[in-house]
């Protein structure tokens, strides 16, 4: 890239095609150098980027060091700091452990940038500052063996050279491996093997081994494992390559979610959730952003459950029941009303086959129910100053008890009370729970005689029958609506055969019913997920979606219940208010210790008394122990979290892209290192050979 300032401040970078154009700078947050953006990727602008004997004098300072150099730098930082609140009261100014993380950040960040524009001074400088602290070093095991007076035969297996560069080179790869890590267990791991790399190599490479081990921990993280975000994505793309899920793989996860609140750590396994249950888990904005992310998702469940269930069933949430039982009552008004004018106003007659209905006690009961049911009606019109409907019939007179006989030929009106009060016979042996009528012999034979009834009237009045459709298929679409309200809770075979059987109008009204059904089930955001999960893996359930959906819905539909089940159940593992609080405390508690400048205080209050020993290891036991073994570094939680819990569509597509170049980058980088290694270590091996001929 071709840059140039004009003289005033303001920096020009010449494109392809030769034109100037104003150039993009930005400021790193933490070090505070000037980046100038060339071909997506942010350089140093000239003059800001470190000279390479900076970084050559950087990498002797952490070579000779065993990979400590960016601790001890935050370290002071942190000690300063310690010292300027005291001095200054501390009001309105950084804690030790933050002034630690940010100058930590800044050295790695610092690190990171040495390696990437001089990668040879600085490789070189970190070789010098290793041989320059074996060099300190040599010959001490011998000593310490004569002067502890162990068995000969140990001394003198201690001094054979290549005994010593070996036991020298475990040693050493051992410590810096431990400086390379962050976080205890990773510690651990790189101190195991940096020490198994230093025993092989050291008799070969004699007093560069520090250096080899040291560049195996830069190899690991690709130059600049002090950078957070580099950190986090190259632990995202471990986890997700441990869950044998590819980058390639995860995306298309992503990109089928849509805009569904689903997030990178939804889309690989189990290592990719226990990932974000770490860094949930660590003190620092990732609790925060962790606790945000799941109490969000929770609370908009019920949303997203309703709004799949209403596509599936054809709506059944919020007010759809309710309007339409209004729509079909006023239909049937409506269209209804006339046509029983008209039919009441015809000559009724009588047949011998109504005669047997008339004079059975059912139909007596009928008739009684049927005139009780008109009076009723006729009761709550008056009070509301309405015209009564004429109910005086000739041929019906009253006993002293007012029981009705008929002594005539009844009027039409009456007749159809009959079939009215036959009708309140079935509905009052419905269940009040499911709505289903409770069947029995004798209500069975009830309703044969009111069928019968219902026939003869139509064969006598066709302009009865013709109102009586007009009334009963409004009124048969607000039945099935009803009773499909509790299809969830119905014996499967009813839910089929009424989902399958009779008018589609009917059925489709049943759905609508069974919509709300389902949807109430998610209305409550504690609840939702259990729901969802019961209704896909109920095999009951799973019969009663299958009567009522078409096979596309239904799959449709589980798909949704599917996702919010594993969204449920990665929320429950990252969740910081979910499970035991034991963890969450400790290391609440643990992060407190590491960030006041209590234990660093004390240390210094003994040296400057002193007792410079105590002190020392007052800081090392009580802050920098307990600092090393918190597992994840908060700032990389921080970067982690910012990723892992990332749910915009664009977010999410921007990380993958970024994972992959995270990996082109690292395995360049482990290539130009392999490319300087290889002679360096030739070299070392000469070095090697001469020390133990003269030794």
Known sequence: MAIASDGSGNYLTQSASGDWEPAKISVHPETGTKLVLD???????????????????RGVIRGGTFGFGDEIEAGGRAALQGVSSLIGGGEGQPSMGQAYDKGLAIARERNAMDMQEHPVANIAGMVAGGVGTALATRGAGPRIAAATGVNPAVGMVAANPLVRLGVGGAAAGGVAGFGEGEGLLD???GANTGAMLGAAVGPIAGLGVNMVNRLGGRLFRAFGG????????????????????????AERRATAAGDQPVAPVDLGGRNTVNLGATAANTPGEAMQVA??????????????????????????????????????????????????????????????????????????TGLRRGLEIQRIENAARRARGEPEVPTTDPAIHFDDDGTPRIVGVPNMRSLDAIKRGMDSMIDAARSETTGQVQWTERLRAIDDMRKTWVRLLDQNNPEYAEARAAWGGPS??????????????????????????????????????????????????????????????????????????????????NAVLQRETQMTAVERAVGPRSGSQTGRLLAGGADMEA?????????????????????????????????LGQGINPATSDALANRLFQTDPAERAALYQSLRNR?????????????????????????????????
């Open 39 to 57: 071909g997506g990727d942010w350089k140093p602008l000239p003059g800001e980027a470190p000279s390479a004997v900076g970084a050559f004098g």
């Open 187 to 189: 510690r651990l791991g």
């Open 226 to 249: 002090g950078d957070p975000n580099a950190q986090a994505e190259r632990q995202i793309a471990r986890a997700l390559d441990r869950d044998n899920v590819p980058i390639d793989e």
């Open 291 to 364: 606790d945000q992310f799941v109490e969000g998702r929770r609370l908009g469940r019920p949303d997203r459950l309703m709004t799949a269930s209403d596509t599936a069933f054809g709506g059944g949430s919020g007010t759809d029941v309710a309007e339409s039982i209004a729509d079909r009552s006023a239909q049937r008004t409506v269209e209804a009303t006339p046509l029983y004018k008209e039919a009441f106003g015809k000559p009724a007659g009588m047949t011998d086959a109504m005669g047997h209905i008339i004079d059975d006690p059912i139909g007596q």
């Open 476 to 557: 048969a679409r607000m039945e099935a609506t009803q009773a499909g309200r509790t299809a969830m809770r119905t014996d499967r075979d009813i839910v089929a055969k009424r989902a399958t059987t009779g008018p589609e109008d009917v059925r489709d009204a049943y759905r609508l019913g069974a919509g709300r059904d389902v949807s109430d089930r998610f209305s409550d955001p504690a609840r939702a997920s259990g729901a969802a999960r019961l209704m896909l893996e109920d095999t009951n359930m799973q019969h009663r979606l299958a009567s009522l959906l078409k096979p596309e819905e239904l799959a449709a539909f």
């Open 595 to 627: 960030g006041v400048p209590g234990p660093v205080m004390q240390g210094i209050s003994q040296a400057l008394g002193g007792h410079p020993l105590q002190g020392g290891l007052t800081i090392g036991r009580d802050w920098v122990v307990r600092r």
């Open 663 to 695: 990996l082109l980058t690292d395995q360049a980088a482990a290539e130009r290192v392999r490319s300087f290694v290889a002679p360096v270590l030739r070299g070392f091996s000469e070095q090697a050979g001469s020390a133990s001929s003269r030794d």
